[in-house]
Nanobody, 119 residues
Framework: QVQLVESGGGWVQPGGSLTLNCAASGSIVSINAMTWYRQAPGKQRELVATITGGGSTTYADSKGRFTISRDNAKNTVYLQMNSLKPEDTAVYYC??????????????WGQGIQVTVSS
């Protein structure tokens, strides 16, 4: 069984910064792409950023404010968020494509973590 646990969310004033962490645990053999999504109230879940197993990154329209990275030794993905805006307020979800000792690659989701940007 695999678990993805997010941390690092909370409240921040506009212009501030937060770093989200997502740690995967379980009988993990390998992790391919790791992705951050977010869902604002009343809106659909949207992709924020993806990082492949090789470290290639793809971003949605964050205009350089967000940086995704990973530590393969720790099975952890990070999302550094700078110059935060009220419209970044959302529940942020971690997603990962993981192969375990007893299953092929499957997609797993974290439980989500709240990020609130307001003054």
């Amino acid at each position: 069984q695999v678990q993805l646990v997010e941390s690092g969310g909370g409240w921040v004033q506009p212009g501030g910064s937060l770093t989200l962490n997502c740690a995967a645990s379980g009988s993990i053999v390998s992790i391919n792409a790791m992705t951050w999504y977010r869902q604002a109230p009343g809106k659909q879940r949207e992709l924020v950023a993806t990082i492949t197993g090789g470290g290639s990154t793809t971003y949605a329209d964050s205009k350089g404010r967000f940086t995704i990275s990973r530590d393969n030794a720790k099975n952890t993905v990070y999302l550094q968020m700078n110059s935060l805006k009220p419209e970044d307020t959302a529940v942020y979800y971690c997603n990962a494509a993981i192969r375990t000792t007893n299953s092929p690659i499957s997609t797993y989701w974290g439980q989500g973590i709240q990020v609130t940007v307001s003054s």
